[in-house]
């Protein structure tokens, strides 16, 4: 049923830049989806240059009524996107994918009737149906069975926003996500809605088939970012960090799912040269562990785990935050909003 006629009952917002290759398999498998009630797809273009905007717009006229476009040109990167594309979507329930992924079967159907129950949804991951054809790609899938507890963070749960539903008003209340960050603004995002009261819960029947990176440059580069993204996050949580640890959880680790224990005193005078050495020898350790593990590879997947770790390692270990950035507090309810503009 069409959603340009009746206000829809869900919006299904896709962040997409130079998407055109990938994305016609997504809008496939929410054509076939076809619920009786209205609905939208906001297709959020951030300034492609491929075709992307073009595609989406023959697919509208054609053959998907309740597909629309929107110029998210104006401010980049997915989660200005997404804010713009939220934004325009008309549903009081918002459901997020991304333009490289395809949605299962009966995946509208499952996020409606989760949001139904719930505030704020998010489904598993499956890895294999697009990977087939993979030579180098990693060989495992996060957030296949359940939600994602960070070891330095153990009192909240976060998931990916490729495959997350949101009732609107709880986005609108958060301020939608945080336009500063490259990477791991949908670990962000959980952590600001369940800090205002709402629980993120896990619904097994939402399944979304998750394109992996292959390539091994490709897959370093994820990787650095992802953990450059988990630096900032630490940064930007250190008030709950510190509550973590005072609780007497675990301190963090140093692999590709945390980071090292947080609240080190910032260097002082002196301090920058040792740190530096300090630094080299974690990276020289970290390299060692990869070289030893190298020589166990057996089929390329190996190869890319392997790569992963380092570079995610070393994401952490080189990322920049920049010291500007705002801290999370809930002494200051005005540090839990993000950047949806209207």
């Known amino acids: 049923m069409s959603g340009t006629g009746a206000v829809p009952e ?9 998407a055109a290759e990938t994305l016609p398999t997504q809008l496939e498998a929410l054509l076939a989806q076809r619920p009786t009630w209205p609905w939208e797809v906001v297709v959020a273009d951030n300034g492609s240059t491929d075709g992307t905007a073009d595609l989406v717009r023959s ?4 053959r998907m009524p309740e597909l629309r476009l929107v110029d998210a040109s104006a401010r980049r990167g997915p989660s200005a996107a997404r804010n713009i594309g939220v934004a325009a979507a008309r549903a009081p329930r918002v459901a997020f994918c991304d333009a490289d992924d395809r949605v299962g079967d009966g995946w509208v159907t499952a996020m409606r009737r989760a949001l139904d129950a719930h505030e704020f949804v998010a489904g598993p991951f499956e890895g294999a149906l697009l990977n087939q054809g993979s030579r180098s790609a990693v060989s495992w899938t996060a957030q296949a069975h359940g939600l994602t507890v960070k070891p330095f963070l153990p009192q909240f749960v976060t998931a990916g926003s490729g495959n997350m539903g949101v009732r609107t008003s709880v986005f609108e209340e958060v301020g939608g996500f945080d336009e500063g960050a490259r990477t791991a603004e949908d670990d962000d995002f959980c952590l600001r809605v369940q800090l205002r009261g709402h629980a993120l819960v896990f619904d097994p029947e939402i399944v979304l088939h998750v394109r992996r990176r292959d390539g091994l440059w490709d897959v370093c580069k994820q990787a650095f970012s992802y953990g450059a993204g988990e630096r900032r996050l630490m940064h930007r949580y ?16 140093t692999g590709p799912d945390a980071g090292p224990a947080a609240g080190r ?34 089929h390329p997947g190996d190869l890319s785990d392997v790569a992963w770790r380092v570079c995610w390692s070393l994401g952490w270990r080189l990322g920049r935050v920049d010291p500007a950035t705002p801290q999370v507090s809930r002494s200051r309810p005005d540090s839990l909003q993000g950047d949806l503009r209207r």
């Open 10 to 18: 869900l919006s299904v917002v896709i962040p997409a830049y130079d």
């Open 59 to 62: 697919w509208a006229a054609t």
């Open 238 to 253: 250190a008030e709950f960090v510190a509550e973590a640890r005072a609780d007497g959880s675990d301190a963090p680790g």
């Open 265 to 298: 005193p910032a260097p002082g005078p002196g301090g920058t040269v040792r740190r530096a050495v300090s630094l080299l020898r974690r990276v020289g350790r970290v390299a060692g562990r990869a070289a030893r593990k190298a020589t166990t590879v057996r």
